[in-house]
């Protein structure tokens, strides 16, 4: 909250966040977030354990929706549209908006079925061959193809963790999404699946807008092009990747990036 | 971290007092394992106890003596028109047809008392019964001599069993001393002899203990059972799917659930009472009548169901319907396509546990007449009938000796009905759990 004009001078932004706050019960978890997120490339919201990013994630998909007592006021536009208003069905948002969680969850279903079930509930597709060509895509853009063309029918269970959590962002890519939120993606991978990960990033970041929450710095200063820093359920700093960590303007920011606080 | 007290090199965890801790520490699980185990022993001794004297006391039941007779169809007695018109040959004098196959037997005994103590060795109805229907159904065998094999009387066949002493004064005991000898001499000769009892498993319920079996009750049980799941299953699935995943959290939500956490702990009387004042005296349903008892089953069950239903529901990780919601599934689509699939092993053991509870189910049984003596198979739903644990309890009201065998007998029966749904639950259990 220390340079206003720039978290939302963005020019034509996929999200433009004003003024969002996000209450459990009587407990507010996120005090005013105002931010615009760009149409394409990798956005970082970084911070300490319990700072609010996660929450504020699930602002974007209205995946608070399903927790009993949450409460979201502000206001949160997607392409100019208010996503929190009475003419938007969450469900049909949700497939604009898709989202990859901390802990791989395929399906206990084939990996084909896996991918195909989004298309399958959105009716994306009119033919067997078609949705064969959807999965097929889906499964290469995630860089997975190669590694489990041969055993589709296979559960997506079986495969290893890297696997299960690109398996799961195919799923997500099937749906035809704009935006791609991850929270914390790598968190449960091991550094040579977390560099697959990294890699799938960067090629994704051409044609979505993605949003990832990470607790690692270092990924966050590889993947993104703009890094959020919030602290107790502020939004301390966002800017420019390159300037966040390079030249912070608060010094709480600082204090995080070099390790003094976290 | 070393003691102060101590030398600077002996840790806290290697003096005298951290040996005598770490004794104190394995005494207390060592003492708790033990007691564990003499739970265990205690648990199995009463299993083993209960299925040794079932077993022991039924495992009699399971053959039956018989005799071979020579049986002269007489036509001077059965058909003295020549006719042989099925009315008249279905009520001729068959009684007197066995009588006189005995006697021939015997050609010796000659008093009124002695005949009618010879005839008492085999079994009366069941004999006659099964020359009548010879008959009956080949009229052509009139004037013939046919072989059969007959039960013995229940008396013959208890004393070849053990269960009557010959050492025991004559007047005390069921057999005479002349019962007893004729009876040796038809062992001797192969003429009675121990045969597995189909009729156990053929037979309905009857007044003669030798004539009796489960046949009946186990077809009004397996009958009733299926109306309890027909009836149960969907309502109880369906009603635990809304109150977990849809009812709004309010207070009409709350008195609905605490009631069905009682009704489970509900006597099952209470559901036979609420049984007869509903279905047959409000709706005037059949009175014994499956469909009446498969009705107040359901109803027993349907607690159970729903608790099990929604304890599997819950314990579906919460990730997989996240990842459903994240693609733009609804609720709906989310709870059916994941939740309710990966809820259906568990789902599945607790209804199958309730039916094996049902099963074994008698007092609400009693309380809509499903208590009769019924000695017909019944053939559909509504026609009246027993059940395997009502037959369990009406033999074991019964005088006679050989009841007891049959009880426990029937019990072993319906043992082995539960064990089977049970090991059924399992398979299908691990079975669906290695698909999913």
Redesign the interface.
Known sequence: MVDMSSPTGLEDPKFQVRDVRVSYGDNEALHGISLDIPKTGVTAFIGPSGCGKSTFLRVFNRMNDTIPNARVTGEVLLDGQDIYGPDIDPVLLRARVGMVFQKPNPFPKSIYDNVAYGPRIHGLTTSAAELDGVVEKSLRRAALWDEVKDRLNEQGTSLSGGQQQRLVIARAIAVQPEVILMDEPASALDPIATAKLEELLDELKEKYCIVIVTHSMAQAARVSQRTAFFHLGHLVEYDLTNKVFTNPTDTRTQDYITGRTG | MSDPANSETISVHQSEQAASRLKRRKRRESGFQLLGISAIVAALTALVWLMVSIVGTGYTAFYQHHMSIEVVLDESLLDPTGARDPDALRKANYRRIVQNTLYDRFPEITERRAKQALFKTVSASGATDMVRQMVYNDPSLVGQTISLIVPTSDDVDQFLKGYIDRDVPEDRRKLSDQQIGWVDTLVETGEIRARFNWAFFTATDSRDPELAGIAGAVAGSFMALLVAFLVAVPIGIGAAVYLEEFAP?NLLTDIVEININNLAAVPSIIFGLLGLAVFLNFFGMPRSAPLVGGLVLALMTLPTIIIATRAALRAV?P??V?????????KT?AVF??KVP?AAPGILTGTIIGMAQALGETAPLLMIGMVAFVTEIPTSVTEPASALPVQIFLWADSAERAWAERTSAAIIALLVVLVSMNALAIFLRSKLEKR?
């Open positions: 959290e990780s990730s997989i996240n990842g459903a919601l994240s693609l733009g599934a609804s689509q396509h994941h990966l999913w």
